[in-house]
């Protein structure tokens, strides 16, 4: 007879375990269709297959455990935002192949960092935001195209 009273326990949570199984599934899949590319050309989509099923199992074996974390927050959310968000990261997929990775990264990185601020623009946070995209896609741009040489869309401007 167990002492702990069942109704307190957290019920399973039947999208994680899904989720985290599609994760592994989706992983397997990406390293089983990188066996056909170069050394080199293998290394980014397998590397990203084994965080992703490392991730998901990880995730596994913590709910096998019964540490599932606080219970969720539920928000309401914002509807436009959401919906102008989907289309920032259209647009970015649409426009990559004629401006190029790195301008329309900036430019999207920017446009979900507009869209998904709340707080009032100023030059001080401006500027810093427009740093933070230079600094990180700039690095993400060397990463891929200099170390992983990952072939990026080059567009107009770069």
């Known amino acids: 007879m167990p002492t702990e009273d069942t109704a307190s326990r957290p019920r399973g949570d039947v999208g994680t375990i899904v989720l985290c199984v599609l994760f592994v599934a989706l992983g397997v ?5 990188s066996l056909e590319m170069s050394p080199l050309g293998a290394v980014f989509p397998r590397v990203i297959a084994g965080i992703m099923i490392a991730s ?5 074996g913590l709910r096998a455990l019964g540490r599932t974390g606080p219970p969720p927050v539920v928000e309401t959310g914002s509807t436009p ?4 968000l989907a ?3 259209v647009a970015w997929a649409v426009l990559m192949p004629r401006l190029g990775f790195f301008t329309t990264s900036i430019a999207g990185f920017l446009a979900v960092l507009a869209i998904a601020e709340y707080d009032r623009w100023t030059a001080k946070r401006t500027a810093a ?3 933070a995209a230079l600094a990180l896609v700039g690095g993400f741009y060397l990463l ?3 170390v992983l040489l990952v072939p990026v869309p080059r567009g107009a401007l770069f």
Do not use: K, S, T
Not at 56 to 60: E, F, P, R
């Open 129 to 131: 935001y427009v740093a």
């Open 29 to 33: 899949w990406m390293i089983a269709g």
């Open 144 to 146: 891929f195209v200099e």
């Open 87 to 89: 289309l920032a990261l």
């Open 56 to 60: 998901a199992l990880g995730i596994l």
């Open 81 to 84: 935002r959401r919906l102008l």
